[in-house]
């Protein structure tokens, strides 16, 4: 089993930053992917970024150019880097690990963002 802690959460204005972090324990594998998503509520969870193990990243149109996605592999810790956050990036963000055909989940950490 793996265990995702995430962290950073919290109310920012309008064009501001924030930074979330997940960090991972467990039986962890090497081969992984891990990424952060969102959810409001009534909506379905989407996809916000992904980083592979080789750092191979992919991010939703939404947050291009915005949202930056890392990792620590020495902590086993991924990173999600927000700026020019707008209200509609107000969400619970979920971190996702997924190693062989196991998908691992967060709690969820929220991010509110006030115009």
């Known amino acids: 089993q793996v265990q995702l802690v995430e962290s950073g959460g919290g109310l920012v204005q309008a064009g501001g930053s924030l930074r979330l972090s997940c960090t991972a324990s467990?039986?962890?594998?090497?081969?992984?992917?891990m990424g952060w998503y969102r959810q409001t509520p009534g909506k379905q969870r989407e996809r916000v970024a992904n980083?592979?193990?080789?750092?191979?990243?992919d991010y939703a149109d939404s947050v291009k150019g915005r949202f930056t996605i890392s990792t620590d592999n020495t902590k086993n810790t991924v990173y999600l880097q927000m700026s020019s956050l707008n209200p509609e990036d107000t969400a619970v963000y979920y971190c996702?690990?997924?190693?062989?055909?196991?998908?691992?989940w967060g709690q969820g950490t929220q991010v509110t963002v006030s115009s």
């Open positions: 980083i592979d193990n080789n750092g191979f990243t």
């Open positions: 996702r690990r997924v190693q062989g055909r196991n998908v691992f």
């Open positions: 467990g039986i962890i594998f090497s081969i992984n992917t």
